[in-house]
């Protein structure tokens, strides 16, 4: 059994007044593309931090494969960092740059040269060595960072945002370029970031902060299609909330009373349901379909009150009595779907996700 | 094990440092007013007393301040005007201009007095010129009739710069939108300028005020020159020869201290609320610098080449001299040479007095770029208990003049270090190089602070994290980064220190440990054509040092003006 690339138990950091991680925990394999996802603030990038040394848990422990860290310096973690603002050291060109811990790691001098070269191929920037970073391009400065990073044949590399300073085009393009990187490699990553959408299509799996806690954590399909609370549910894409009941519990499916009629639902793991509990119902508007369900489906009629069309999709709000609902359908010339109509809708049982109420999610 | 052992390292630092402060920079001050209030029968302050109830003590006390007032009032009259129409107007050949009104800076006055007592001489230029045009019926001795006119005129002089270039930053860092507000508002230019403008670069004003004030009050040369002996530093300067025996020497250095420190206090006190001014201040919209044409360019330009004229014509007199044969009672020398350039290189006396400069500065430029480096290092990066405290210590002597650090070495360490290397009347070599590097110490840590606080510190941490420690991170991107800061603070450092004149003065009192100021003022006095000799000597240095100074304004760019800032 290979054992765990980084494990981080119970970790605790205040600064001042302000708690920036309450005891968090969570593993990553070896070879694992791992994601740090929350709002800014949340205290993702002070758990990154913390992995690299450069900040000290008030408490709580780090190991990487098997060993604590807690006494290793940060120069002795052996966990490269991609930053943020990149941090390529302006005063030397890029081949001093990807090569600076290669000559921390007092490798022979060819040697260096070699491997640099190797890698700078690999990134693509194979005879810009002699640039200095003040001449490159943003997205080769970001290739820079990574050939840095992954020169010193690392088993754990972290990743600030890194692709905060691009624009969208570039963004999307590095974006792939990191997933390829990480496959050519048995390297786990760590990868920081605010956009869900990164994560919800780079990930193996993910963990979700919200204010020092973490809230969530699993497979991108996991946690989108079954948010273990309402800050998944809102943070990892666009959720219809109702407020609903439990009636009856039957293993995995859970009955409920919502606005819409008596529904049946399923949750993620590990909550237990009370007969009779206030909880709320989440539906993705892209799994609201027009028409009856065919057999195990949770049907309502509705007033279709405003119909948008957003190129791909149609954006339609729906209505009955006071509860609203969003629908997101696939637009075609000629939509049946016309505002001011009642019309039949539904949800499959697999997608009606049953969560708890409380406004603050509770950590895991 | 490791952790603690990297962390006891800044520690370390930071206490021997303090340490090092704390022997050469506060024992002689606790010293010094030990001295002025300690004799033998205890406490007493008889003699602080009768500073301010002697009439003849009380004069000197005027006099000093009278030449402070004066200059400070001469300097602003002169900055104010100059730093608004450089930081908001453009016209031709203004970075030229800008780059003339620092060379002022590079002579000390006292070797420009040689030049202008030369011209004002009773014998000299000018009397000679007004005789000739009919002005005057006889000889004019215009130092006999106005004692205080040509130091007054030479220290504002070589002051104004300082106060010009704090005004200029102070101007330029001004959000242009919010004198727009105030146009848009109904507020003419004028009374923008006086309604919004200056009221938010009063805290640069205020602080380069300071610095000329107390850099006035406290200047030894000038008046040693003009042989204006009643005022504060050359009465100090006087009461060096009983150090031990008679403690007014004391009592005088503590009333210039105590004026400097009252000076600084109100400085910052008249300018404590601007702290909460500082984030609204910042720059949202680039400025426009309005091109100036026609008849307010012949304004700007007459007033420029007036105020040059007049800054550089010490050190053309300086130079006229060291060529001349013989100047008397004639507007232009009668007759060139080159001979005293050599002389002035090719005595015993110059010979080691040069070698004597440039070892004392040399050693405390090291000095000053290893200690201010640590200083700025422990303070930006590392943000120990303490750090604060050094911040405020180093930055110290620049409110506590010379001539103050000079007495109380003088008076310590030859009391507690009789015969030894660091009593200064057996060698004063080391402490020189000391109080040099004391002195000077507050622009090399400023000028470290400021190229730390830009260097981003994720370059540093992104070195840790690939694996450098901590000395390496400092070797390999720490210090490559700073390069230009340090090395500019270091050329200053240097080039102060090579013409430093109290200290040299009071502290080098045997021919053979003099240095090239010393050498100056002590030919000036003796033999044939001294003057002359000095004036070649003093041409030697100044051309040294206006090297030096431009190297360091090619590194430091616009930031050099914050090297002359107080508090």
Redesign the interface.
């Known amino acids: 059994m290979s054992k765990t690339a980084i494990y981080v138990e119970q970790i605790v950091k205040r600064f001042d007044e302000v708690t920036a991680l309450n005891g968090v925990s969570f593993s990553v394999q070896p070879g694992e593309l791992f994601f740090l996802l929350g709002p800014s603030g949340c205290g993702k990038t002070t758990m990154l931090r913390i992995l690299?040394g450069?900040e000290t848990p008030d408490s709580g422990t780090v190991s990487f494969d098997g060993e604590d860290v807690a006494?290793?310096?940060?120069?002795?973690?052996?966990?490269?960092?991609v930053?943020q603002?990149y941090?390529l050291?302006?005063?030397l060109n890029v081949r001093d740059n990807v090569g600076?811990?290669l000559v921390?790691?007092r490798i022979p001098r060819r040697e260096i040269h070699a491997q640099v070269d190797d890698i700078l191929a690999r990134v693509g920037l194979k005879g810009m060595g002699q640039r200095l970073p003040g001449q490159l391009s943003g997205g080769q400065q970001q290739r820079v960072v990574l050939a840095?990073?992954l020169v010193?044949n690392p088993s754990i590399v972290l990743l600030d945002e890194p692709l905060s300073n691009l624009d969208a085009k570039l963004r999307a393009d590095m974006r792939a370029e990191i997933g390829r990187l990480h496959r050519e490699t048995d390297i786990a990553f760590v990868y920081v970031t605010h956009d869900q959408v990164e994560a919800l299509s780079l990930a193996d799996r993910m963990a979700v902060i919200s204010n020092g806690n973490l809230v969530g954590i699993g497979k991108p399909s996991e946690l989108y299609h079954r948010p273990p609370n309402r800050f998944c549910a809102d943070f990892l894409g666009r959720a219809n909330l109702l407020a609903a009941t439990v009636t009856s519990v039957e293993g995995e499916a859970i009955h409920i009373d919502t606005p819409f009629g008596p529904w049946v639902g399923c949750a993620a793991s590990g909550q237990t349901w009370r007969v009779g509990e206030t909880v709320l119902g989440m539906i993705r508007p892209e799994s609201v379909t027009p028409g009856i369900a065919p057999s195990r489906g949770n049907s309502f009629k509705a007033l279709v009150e405003n119909v948008q069309l957003a190129g791909a999709t149609l954006e339609v709000a729906l209505r009955e009595g006071n509860t609203s609902c969003h629908a997101t359908v696939l637009s075609r010339y000629a939509t049946p779907i016309t505002v001011g109509q009642q019309a039949d809708w539904h949800v499959s049982q697999e997608d009606t996700v049953v969560i708890k109420q409380d406004e603050e999610p509770s950590a895991l | 094990m490791s952790r603690k052992s990297t962390s006891m390292a800044p520690h370390l630092i930071l206490w021997s440092i303090l340490a090092f402060l704390a022997v050469f920079l506060g024992w002689p001050l606790l010293y010094v007013f030990r001295g002025a209030c300690i004799d033998a029968d205890g406490f007493s302050l008889t003699y602080m007393k009768a500073l301010v109830t002697d009439p003849i003590q009380l004069q000197a006390l005027g006099n000093s301040l009278t030449i402070a007032v004066l200059v400070t009032t001469t300097c602003l009259l002169i900055s104010l005007p100059m730093a608004w129409f450089m930081a908001r107007r453009m016209f031709p050949l203004k970075a030229i201009f800008s780059g003339l009104l620092l060379v002022p800076l590079i002579l000390p006055p006292f070797v420009g007095a040689v030049g202008l007592k030369t011209l004002f001489a009773r014998a000299g230029p000018l009397s000679a010129l007004l005789m000739n045009i009919g002005l005057a019926d006889g000889p004019v001795d215009w130092l006999g009739r106005f004692p205080m006119l040509g130091i007054v005129i030479l220290e504002s002089m070589h002051l104004f710069p300082i106060l010009y270039l704090n005004m200029v930053a102070s101007f330029a860092n001004i959000d242009p939108s919010l004198e727009d507000a105030a146009a848009n508002l109904g507020a003419s230019p004028w009374r923008a300028f006086r309604r919004v403008t200056l009221p938010l670069a009063m805290p640069g004003i205020f602080a380069g005020a300071t610095l000329v004030f107390i850099w006035a009050f406290t200047e030894l040369g000038t008046p040693l020159v003009f042989g204006l002996r009643r005022v504060l530093p050359v009465m100090i300067y006087d009461s060096v020869s009983e150090v031990g025996t008679n403690p007014m020497g004391y009592a005088r250095v503590v009333l210039v201290l105590l004026i400097s420190a009252f000076g600084f206090w109100i400085s910052k006190r008249l300018t404590r609320r601007s702290r909460h001014m500082a984030t609204l201040g910042r720059l949202t919209v680039g400025r426009q610098e309005t091109p100036l044409r026609g008849l307010p360019l012949l304004a700007v330009y007459s007033f420029l080449g007036a105020v040059l004229a007049m800054a550089l014509l010490p050190h053309i007199s300086v130079l006229m001299i060291a060529l001349s044969r013989r100047w008397f009672l004639s507007v232009l020398p009668q007759g060139w040479t080159l001979e005293f350039f050599g002389r002035a290189i090719g005595s015993d006396l110059t010979q080691r007095a040069m070698t004597n400069s440039l070892f004392l500065a040399l050693t405390a430029c090291v000095i000053d770029v290893v200690v201010g480096f640590c200083i700025a290092w422990l303070c930006v990066r590392k943000k120990l208990v303490g750090s604060d405290w050094l911040d405020t210590v180093a930055m110290l002597p620049i409110a506590v003049p010379g001539l103050v650090i000079a007495f109380g070495y003088l008076g310590c360490f030859s009391a507690h270090f009789p015969g030894s290397w660091l009593d200064p009347r057996t060698n004063p070599m080391a402490l020189l190089a000391v109080s040099y590097a004391v002195r000077r110490l507050p622009y090399m840590v400023r000028a470290a602070h400021a190229g730390l606080q830009q260097t981003s510190i994720t370059y540093e941490e992104a070195a840790t994290n690939l694996g450098a420690s901590p000395l390496r991170v400092i070797r390999r991107i720490t210090l490559p980064l700073l390069t230009a800061n340090l090395l500019a603070g270091a050329v200053l450092c240097f080039a102060f220190s090579m013409l430093e004149v109290s200290d040299s003065l009071i502290l080098a009192q045997s021919e053979q440990f003099y240095p090239i100021t010393k050498a100056i003022y002590t030919l000036m006095e003796g033999l044939e054509n001294g003057v002359n000799v000095a004036a070649a000597l003093g041409t030697w240095a100044m051309a040294l040092l206006g090297a030096g100074m431009l190297w360091a304004a090619c590194l430091l760019g616009k930031r050099m003006g914050a090297m002359f800032r107080a508090g």
Do not use: I
């Open positions: 690299a450069l006494t290793r310096s940060p120069y002795q973690r052996g966990a490269p960092m930053f603002n941090a050291w302006p005063h600076f811990g921390e790691r840095r990073a010193v």
